[in-house]
């Protein structure tokens, strides 16, 4: 049998009905994130721009003569290659290197029965209660006191006693919901703590290790009272303590000052845009490995 062309004219088309829950989310969703981002695009549009443009053109309006020199003037004026270097090499050892003890630590107390594990774990999470301006004077004396004051170790090793417990807190409750049988078959096979701990654990924590790397190091980059107490001379400031000092010579070159504050967040906003990646596809391989 053939229908003819206007029986399918007769039909109605029955549309989906509107999900307007889901409608006020996405506009609520672009309004917070124009609030977010309004700031931002003030910070770039002031660094490319001169001062008399600065003074009488609006605050979001686009800069017309780009003034890209700004950037080069902010960074010899501020000599930020010192204190970029210096946050660098700081960035690079304690971050990596407070996750992988932090790894450990929290791999020994989930899967490893020890007699005062849970007391253990108590006494390291109490690190994360405390406030670290409450122990600024304590810290300057002790670090003093070891003579490593104005060295990286002397700011790395503090940056470490208050990382490590918030990591440890987190990586103990993801290591816990990992089934024993993983490690219990590693142990069947022959191999050790570390062994079972570097092939089997830290493939599957890759998620949770690359979401601490990107808040470790935003907030490593981003420190500024702990260093300000421990760095007194010039050539070991972070960037944190150049933009400060830039902000209070310079606080009427509202161009350079903005580029000065562009150049100091972009590497850590370049480090979260390259690990959120490496953060997606590691839930994805997690989930199909768990």
């Known amino acids: 049998m053939t229908l003819s062309p206007s029986a399918f004219a ?3 088309v029955i549309k989906p009905p509107r999900d307007w829950v889901l409608i006020g989310l996405w506009i609520s969703l672009v309004v917070v994130a124009a609030i977010w981002i309004a700031p931002f695009v003030f910070i ?3 660094s490319l721009k001169s001062t008399a443009q600065v003074t009488t053109t609006s605050a979001f309006a686009p800069p017309v003569d780009p003034q890209f020199v700004n950037y080069a003037k902010a960074w ?3 000599r930020f290659d010192i204190t970029f270097v210096n946050s660098a090499i700081i960035a690079a050892i304690k971050v990596p290197l407070g996750l992988f003890i932090s790894a ?3 791999y020994a107390l989930a899967k490893i029965p020890m007699r005062f594990g849970r007391l253990i774990l108590v006494l390291i999470l109490f690190g ?3 406030p670290f301006q409450v122990m600024l004077a304590p810290i300057f004396t002790l670090v003093n006191g070891l003579g490593l004051i104005d060295t990286y170790p002397g700011v790395i090793l503090p940056y470490l006693a208050f990382g490590i417990p918030y990591q440890v807190f987190i990586l103990y409750g993801f ?3 990992i089934p024993h049988e993983l490690s219990e078959a590693a142990r069947i096979d022959g191999a050790s703590h570390f062994v079972t701990f ?5 493939p599957v924590s890759l998620p949770v290790l690359a979401a601490l790397f990107i808040l ?3 907030a490593t980059w981003n420190e500024f009272a702990m260093a300000l107490v421990l760095l007194q001379d010039r050539e070991m400031w972070t960037l944190p303590l150049g933009l400060s000092a830039f902000q209070g010579q310079f606080s009427r070159d509202y161009g350079q000052l903005n580029a000065a504050i562009v150049m100091t967040v972009l590497p850590a906003t370049i480090v979260y845009l390259i690990f959120q990646r490496y953060f997606v596809s590691g839930l994805t391989s997690g989930a199909v490995k768990g």
């Not at 570097?198 to 830290?202: A, N, P």
């Open 128 to 130: 994360t209660m405390i």
């Open 216 to 218: 470790d190091f935003v």
């Open 10 to 12: 007769n039909e109605t």
């Open 198 to 202: 570097r092939r089997v654990f830290l």
């Open 175 to 177: 290591f816990r919901g």
């Open 44 to 46: 770039v549009f002031t």
């Open 104 to 106: 450990m630590a929290a």
């Open 76 to 78: 010899a004026r501020g």
